[in-house]
């Protein structure tokens, strides 16, 4: 692990940083860090592994189990289970295919299943869900909602704004487009570090279950499709790419973390600020490509 740290410290193409919400313009491009968590639970983890940063879309990860856990597979009413072909935030799509977006991770698939967990709740219900169920996850319950970053991308988020009104306009919404979007900009804006994210993503790595306390999380068969969808829609237009460079489920978000789940062996998550054109994290994906060789963990 110390390794493949060292080698993206060292190395000069780390992509560029995420302005469009100013507040993410601020990390350091020069960080990194690697968190692996192991089915005995071991945890290995090298560089800024413990440096909390914005998840971003990666809540979407855990917004989508939530949503599932709530209204099952009426979610899939509102929301496809297909890969876009375009970027996060694009809304071509949704005027062709009647305001359901293609998948539950680009923005407007994940504020269709964010106004799914609302339900009618108000937003700081809602969001308090949300929180509680990554500390539950993480065993830790110093995360937190990082204000600035939500404020930030409370006040520049206009196309967010233009998605929600837009599949409000085909009744796709049941809540007011401020409330979901409320909930959802504070979502994106959580802050963890690669410990806690690996941590949280250890259910999806073993059939639903935290192989420590064993505790069931979800059924083995929601946790097989989540994955599915984490391996062909979780980069976006880079899905592709990832699942033929690394061969795992992952869901990257803005603030430059990937989350990656080696089935029945490791939740692994990574984290470095610089993202790729496709806008995943660019020393991310490099050292996820490293791992996966080395350990042989690539699903196919
Ligand atoms: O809605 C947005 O644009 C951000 N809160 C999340 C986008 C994101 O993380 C895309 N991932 N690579």
Request: charged share 20%.
């Amino acid at each position: 692990m110390s390794e493949i740290a060292e080698e993206m410290r060292l190395r000069p193409d780390r992509g560029e940083v995420a302005t469009y919400i100013p507040e993410l313009a601020r990390a350091d491009r020069r960080a990194f860090g690697i968190a692996v968590i192991g089915a005995d639970g071991q945890l290995a983890a090298a560089g800024d592994s413990e440096t909390p940063f914005s998840v971003q879309s990666i809540t979407k990860v855990f917004t989508l189990t939530l949503a599932l856990g709530k209204i099952g597979d009426r979610l899939w009413k509102r929301v496809g289970r297909e890969p876009s072909g375009n970027p996060f935030n694009s809304i071509v799509q949704l005027e062709l295919e009647k305001g359901v977006p293609r998948n539950p991770f680009i923005n407007a698939g994940a504020i269709a299943v964010t106004d799914a967990i609302l339900s009618g709740h108000e937003p700081r219900e809602a969001l308090g869900e949300i929180l509680r169920f990554l500390q539950f996850l993480a065993e830790d319950s110093s995360i937190a909602i990082d204000e600035a970053v939500a404020a930030s991308e409370k006040r520049t988020g206009f196309r967010n704004v233009a998605l929600a009104n837009f599949m409000k306009s085909y009744g796709v919404l049941d809540n007011p487009v401020d409330y979901t979007l409320g909930v959802y900009f504070h979502h994106c804006a959580v802050a963890m570090s690669c410990r806690q994210l690996a941590m949280a993503g250890r259910y999806l790595a073993h059939s639903g279950r935290n192989p420590t306390t064993g505790l069931l999380v979800i059924s083995p068969e929601r946790a097989r499709r989540i994955n599915a969808i984490m391996l062909t829609c979780g980069h976006y237009d880079g899905s592709g790419d990832f699942a033929y460079r690394v061969g795992l489920p992952g869901k990257s978000g803005v603030g430059g973390g990937i989350l990656a789940v080696a089935p029945g062996k490791a939740s692994i998550a990574v984290w470095s600020p610089g993202l790729d054109a496709a806008g995943n994290s660019h020393l991310g994906r490099i050292s996820l490509e490293m791992l996966t060789k080395r350990m042989g963990w690539s699903i196919f």
